[in-house]
């Protein structure tokens, strides 16, 4: 094997760590500029004694979980109880191999199907920590994720299919030839609308965050996990929150991912994931079911219809 083709197998393998640290640095900032912001919008400083306006405190944090002394229910299912978090962020991270890179580091043809595939087995790892730790609390607020996740993934898929239905491409990468010259967000406002709501409930972001709603006491299918575990289902939740940001600025706010405006632009809608949680109550169950079924669903399948007629009517 020559240097040329080392090089060639080398490169994905360490850009691909180098994309996942630089993730997790992400994850890390995006937790201090939440707890920033809560804290301006609840009219208090959020953390600032750690260091300089409190800038290393996402570290020392993370220090203080991975050093804390793992236990565990004498109760639960052992392997899969301390697999599942694992899972979780191992999915969470797999997921972000389909960002549209221009150097064809990852040429994913069917990058859409490769997240949507990623997308429904995150519903298993929030199963298996639920139903694993033996704790009814968990084992409810395992269901009541997975029951949500499973109801909005069916109106997220089927709006990704109309976006899909503008570009005739699985692929993520031709996003951004097909909105060089207009966003699809002007063509496409009230679907994005939807799309960022449904992200959120696909996240169990506030006002949708049910999972850690049981009795309004427990943290839900994550209630018998700390130090270690908590930390990992911790980075699996914001990993995805900040995937779904870039999602949408893929999408919907063209896709030029080596222009410093798309990251600010993935800035804001994780600010908009902030702002929502610190304004908005958390929805009632059976009114998030009704919100699904009764309306996602309906709206796009509509969507999905209206832009495949007008695919056909113009071209």
């Keep these: ?41 609840q009219i208090r400083k959020g953390p600032n004694k750690v260091g300089f306006v409190g800038i290393p405190q996402p570290f020392s944090d993370a220090i203080k979980l991975f050093t804390k002394e793992q236990t565990f229910p004498m109760m639960s299912n052992y392997l899969i109880y301390y697999a599942s978090p694992i899972f979780s962020l191992f999915l969470s991270l797999t997921g972000w191999l389909c960002m549209p890179y221009f150097l064809k580091l990852y040429s994913f043809h069917f990058g859409v199907l490769f997240f949507i595939c990623c997308l429904s087995m995150g519903v298993y790892g929030v199963m298996i920590a ?5 704790s009814n609390y968990a084992l409810l607020g395992g269901l009541r994720a997975v029951a949500q996740t499973i109801s909005y993934e069916v109106s997220l898929v089927l709006i990704l299919l109309s976006v899909v239905f503008y570009s005739l ?38 006002p949708f965050d049910f999972a850690e709603g049981e009795s309004e006491l427990v943290s839900g299918f994550n209630v018998e996990y700390s130090s270690g575990g908590f930390a990992l289902i911790f980075l699996a939740e914001y990993s995805s929150i900040l995937f779904m940001s870039m999602l949408f600025s893929v999408l919907f706010l063209g896709s030029n991912i080596f222009s410093f405006f798309f ?28 919100l699904s079924w009764k309306s996602y669903l309906p709206f796009s399948l509509n969507s999905l219809i209206f832009v495949l007629s007008v695919k056909i009517f113009l071209f």
């Design 263 to 290: 990251y600010l632009k993935l800035l804001f809608i994780s600010f908009l994931f902030i702002w929502v949680r610190g304004t908005l109550p958390r929805f009632r169950y059976d009114k998030l079911m009704n």
């Design 130 to 134: 639920g139903w694993s730790s033996n």
């Design 1 to 41: 094997m020559n240097f040329m083709e080392l090089k060639d197998l080398f490169i994905p393998y360490f850009s691909s760590v180098l994309l996942i640290i630089f993730v997790m640095i992400g994850v890390a900032f995006l937790t201090l500029l939440e707890r920033k912001l809560l804290g301006y919008i």
């Design 169 to 206: 491409s699985y692929n993520f990468f031709y996003f951004h030839f097909f909105q060089e010259y207009l966003w699809f967000i002007f063509i496409l406002f009230p679907i994005s609308l939807v799309w960022f709501s449904t992200s959120l409930a696909e996240t169990n972001r506030t």
